[in-house]
């Protein structure tokens, strides 16, 4: 058995970078070299000499012009009715039927294709594709039916906004008070007439006695 084939019977562990001398990877530069990009900082993967003037992103092909803000989205192709007039009567329309009537491309099999509201419809067909309510109507009236149904979005019903219990009983309280009062107004508005006559004849009496007890008090002052 020589040195160099022996097991090895402990790892050595990491040298702790930037604690002195004694630690094994000096005390200064600790083995990142002296100044420069890399010994203060890491790199990143992109970065190429600046920011932006010779970075990757830079050199990669803008989206120009008014489509550039457009989704990548790709929509269905579009036929209207009037072109169904080709088929015969009781025919299946299909995507496939479709492209061999050459009526639409080969990449309708992956797009797909809606059928919209222009134009007449003579013949009786089975429609097997989105349509439009106006070219359903159309289909129908020809005889025809709709086989797939146009996804549409259900409208959610507005909720009624319901008042605390509190609020409520106020304002009934409130209300029933206001009810109170305009009755009380309404009742003293509209007293009979025979009363407003007595409370008239009340106080013209009162004022006739002042005016005789005044003229006798003046008489027994004159006597004197």
Do not use: C, W
Request: net charge positive.
């Amino acid at each position: 058995m020589k040195l160099n084939q022996l097991v090895k019977t402990k790892t050595n562990q990491k040298k702790r970078v930037g604690r002195g001398y004694g630690s094994g990877k000096g005390g200064h530069t600790v083995g990142r070299g002296q100044k420069g990009q890399k010994s203060r900082g890491k790199v990143k993967l992109l970065f190429e000499g600046t920011k932006m003037r010779k970075s990757l992103i830079k050199r990669l092909p803008m989206r120009r012009g008014k489509d550039r803000f457009k989704s990548f989205n790709l929509k269905p192709l579009i036929i209207n009715v009037k072109y169904l007039n080709l088929f015969d009567n009781g025919s299946q329309i299909t995507v496939k039927s479709l492209v061999d009537k050459g009526l639409v491309d080969k990449s309708a099999l992956s797009l797909g294709v809606k059928i919209l509201g222009d134009g007449d419809l003579d013949k009786k067909l089975t429609v097997a594709l989105p349509v439009s309510l106006g070219a359903k109507a159309k289909i129908e009236k020809a005889g025809g039916k709709v086989v797939v149904k146009d996804i549409k979005v259900k409208k959610v019903k507005a909720v009624k906004k319901v008042k605390p219990v509190k609020l409520v009983k106020e304002i009934k309280t409130v209300k029933s008070k206001d009810n109170k009062k305009d009755k009380q107004e309404k009742t003293a508005g509209s007293k009979p007439v025979a009363k407003l006559k007595k409370t008239k004849a009340k106080k013209a009496k009162k004022t006739s006695q002042a005016k005789i007890s005044s003229k006798a008090v003046k008489k027994t002052k004159a006597k004197k």
